[in-house]
C-alpha cells in the first residue's frame, strides 16, 4: 500500500470495525453508491428507448440495439476483476478517484453522438467507470464492519445504488421529455459526475487499513473449507491473482455456485436495461411512463434490500439467495403473460423483491468464505462473473430476438435460465454465514 492510500486513514490505535463506529465514512460511502446508480440509471430509459428514433439504430436490429449492453458487461466485468487486486496495492479511495475521471467524457459522447457506435463507446466508458467505483463502495464498507453486520451492509449499499438508477430512470424520462433527449441526457449527466468527483476528493478517507487490521487479529485462523475434493483445506492468507480466480471460479464448489448465479442474475438487468424499454414503448408507453415501470423494478429492488441484507444476518445466505433467483425468474416470466401499465408494473416490482433477497447476500457468502487479506480480490472476482452476465445475457437476449424477430422469446430466456441457475445454487451451495454455518458443522 503506498503512503497516499494511508493518507487519510486514522492511526491504527484509532481503527475501529462496525457500522456505528465509523457511520461518518459509511454515510459518505453510500452517497458514493448512490452517485454510481445515478450515473448508470441515466442510460436506462431514453437511450434504448430512443435508439431507433435518435440514436439510427434500424428498426429490429436486435444484436445491433444489444451491443451496448454486451459491451458494457465485458468491460465492467474484467474492470471489476482488475479493481478488486488494484485495491489491495494503492488503496480503494485511488481506485473510486480513477472511476469517476474515467466517467467525465461521457454525457457529451451521448450529447454529440452522431450514431450508435458513440453510444456504445461511451458505454465502455460506463463500464470501466461501473467496474472500479461500485467495487469500492461495496468493498469499503466490508471493510468497515463487523462479520455479523455484512448482510446489512452490503443490504444499505445496493439499497443506495438501485434506488440511484431507478430515479436516474424517472428523472432522466422527464427531462428528455422538458429538454430533449441529448441535452436532458448531458445536464444530468454532468451534475451526478462532478458533484461525485468533488465528494470523493473532500470526504471519502481510506479504508485498506481496516482491512489490514482485520487480517491482522484472524491471522491463519481464516479457512475457505473448501468443498471440492482438489480443493487444500488450509487456504495461506496470501494467494496469487490465479489462485484467488481458481478457487473462485471451480475449484471451490460453493464459490463457484455463486458466481454462477451472479452471472445469470444479471440477463435479468440486461433484460430490465435493453429489452423492457423497447417493449413498452412499442406498445405505447410514454417515455416517463418507462421510467416508471422500469423504475418499480429498481425502488423495491434497491428499498426491499433494507430489509433482505439484515435477514441474511439472521436466518442465512443460502435460503434468501435461492429464493430470490427462482421469484426473480417468475417476475421477469410475468411481464409476458399479461397486458397493461398495472400488470407490467406488478411485474417489475416482482423481479425486484427477487433481486434484492439474492443480490446483497450472494455478495454477502463470497464475504463470509474469503479471508480479509484477499477478501477485495474475491469480491472483484465475484463481481467479474456477475457483471460479465451483462454480456453473456445481452448477446442471449439478442440473438433469442433476432432468430424469432420478436421480444418475448428474449424474455422466456431468461426466465428459463433464472429457474435453472436457482436449482444449480440450490445443488452446489450451502450455508455459509459464520455463526450458522459453524452451529451447523
Known sequence: MTADAFRKAPAAGNLAHGLRENVGQVLHQLLQVLLVGLTLGMMRTVVPALAEIEFGVARGSFLLLTAFVMAFGVVKGAMNFVAGRLSERVG???????????????????????????????????????????????????????????????????????????????????????????????????????????????????????????????????????????????????????????????????????????????????????????????????????????????????????????????????WPNVLGMWICGAGVALFVLGQGTGWWAMAAGVAGLGMALLYPNLSAAVADIAPPAWRGSAIGIYRFWRDLGYGVGALGLGVAAHLTGALEPAVWFVAVSMALSGALLWWWGEETHPRLAQGRS
Request: aromatic content about 12%; some cysteine; glycine content about 12%.
Open 92 to 318: 480503494r479511495r485511488r481506485v473510486l478517484l480513477w472511476g469517476w475521471l474515467m466517467a467525465l467524457p461521457i454525457p457529451a459522447m451521448i450529447w454529440l453522438a452522431p450514431s450508435w457506435g458513440w453510444i456504445v463507446a461511451a458505454t465502455v466508458l460506463l463500464g470501466i467507470n461501473q467496474g472500479l467505483t461500485w467495487s469500492m463502495t461495496q468493498t469499503a464498507k466490508l471493510d468497515l464492519t463487523r462479520a455479523d453486520e455484512r448482510g446489512l451492509a452490503l443490504g444499505l449499499n445496493e439499497f443506495a445504488g438501485y434506488v440511484g438508477v431507478a430515479l436516474a430512470g424517472v428523472i432522466t424520462g422527464y427531462t428528455a421529455a422538458a429538454l430533449g433527449a441529448r441535452l436532458g441526457l448531458l445536464v444530468f449527466g454532468l451534475a451526478v459526475i462532478v458533484l461525485a468527483l468533488a465528494l470523493t476528493l473532500w470526504g471519502v478517507r481510506e479504508t485498506l487499513p481496516w482491512a489490514r487490521a482485520e487480517a491482522a487479529r484472524h491471522g491463519r485462523a481464516w479457512s475457505a473449507r473448501p468443498s471440492m475434493p482438489d480443493s487444500r483445506s488450509d487456504l495461506p492468507e496470501s494467494l496469487s491473482t490465479w489462485e484467488v480466480f481458481a478457487l473462485m471460479s471451480w475449484r471451490d464448489r460453493r464459490l463457484a455456485a455463486v458466481c454462477q448465479a451472479g452471472l445469470v442474475e444479471k440477463f435479468v438487468d440486461a433484460l430490465m436495461w435493453v429489452i423492457v424499454p423497447v417493449f413498452l414503448f412499442q406498445r405505447g408507453v410514454d417515455l416517463p411512463g418507462i421510467g416508471w415501470i422500469v423504475g418499480v423494478y429498481g425502488f423495491v429492488w434497491g428499498g426491499s434490500q433494507l430489509v433482505t441484507g439484515r435477514l441474511s444476518d439472521q436466518v442465512g445466505r443460502f
